[in-house]
Nanobody, 127 residues
Framework: QVQLVESGGGLVQSGGSLRLSCAAS????????MGWYRQAPGKQRELVAD???????TYSDSVKGRFTITRDNNKNTATLQMNSLKPDDTAVYYC?????????????????????WGQGTQVTVSS
């Protein structure tokens, strides 16, 4: 299966910036969509931004104009640059990746889909 490792996050004052990074690894795979979700206490997990293999991005209305998602297809990484942070952005941020991986058995490869999550990283914005 494909594993995701996140880095970044932390504590920042309102109006500040943070950068989150996510790296995918694990055998032979191709990642179609990489994205970031967040979950605040008492709330459901929500999409923040995602980006597909062609670089087409989607943002939640609450972060448009402030956050930027990018990816490096060669390195299987995705980065979320967060600017003009607000206290409402406080949450645990999770990296997500969807795609296909290839498993070898008896000299033959079979293709399987995956939907992997990172362990989560805390982002706290103080007012």
């Amino acid at each position: 299966q494909v594993q995701l490792v996140e880095s970044g996050g932390g504590l920042v004052q309102s109006g500040g910036s943070l950068r989150l990074s996510c790296a995918a690894s694990g055998g032979i795979f191709a990642t179609d969509v990489m994205g970031w979700y967040r979950q605040a206490p008492g709330k459901q997990r929500e999409l923040v931004a995602d980006i597909n293999l062609l670089g087409i991005t989607t943002y939640s209305d609450s972060v448009k104009g402030r956050f930027t998602i990018t990816r490096d297809n060669n390195k299987n990484t995705a980065t979320l640059q967060m600017n003009s942070l607000k206290p409402d952005d406080t949450a645990v941020y999770y990296c997500n990746a969807k795609g296909e991986y290839f498993r070898q058995s008896s000299g033959r490869y079979s293709k399987h889909s995956f939907n992997s999550w990172g362990q989560g990283t805390q982002v706290t914005v103080s007012s």
